[in-house]
């Protein structure tokens, strides 16, 4: 009898040392999860900020195409005009 309550107080240690382990280390990986959740989060602004500067990029770009052409079409108008 006295070996059965020092296996059932045994269980009972283990059980309760394993349940606190398993808290302790969710806790951590939820803690860790959220840290790269933040770190996502920060990367994915970064990137939609990136592809908006790059599409500005482009549209001011071709503006300036534009405008240079524009620019040499009116000097070749002077020119013809001058001769």
Known sequence: MESVIVGALALIGTLA?????????????AYRLEALEKKVQAHNSLVER?????EQ???QEEKLKAANHRISDL???VMRKGE
């Open 75 to 77: 000097m070749e108008q």
């Open 17 to 29: 040392g394993t349940y606190f382990a398993n808290r302790k280390s969710a806790a951590i990986i």
């Open 50 to 54: 990136t592809y908006r500067l790059e």
């Open 57 to 59: 990029s482009a549209l």
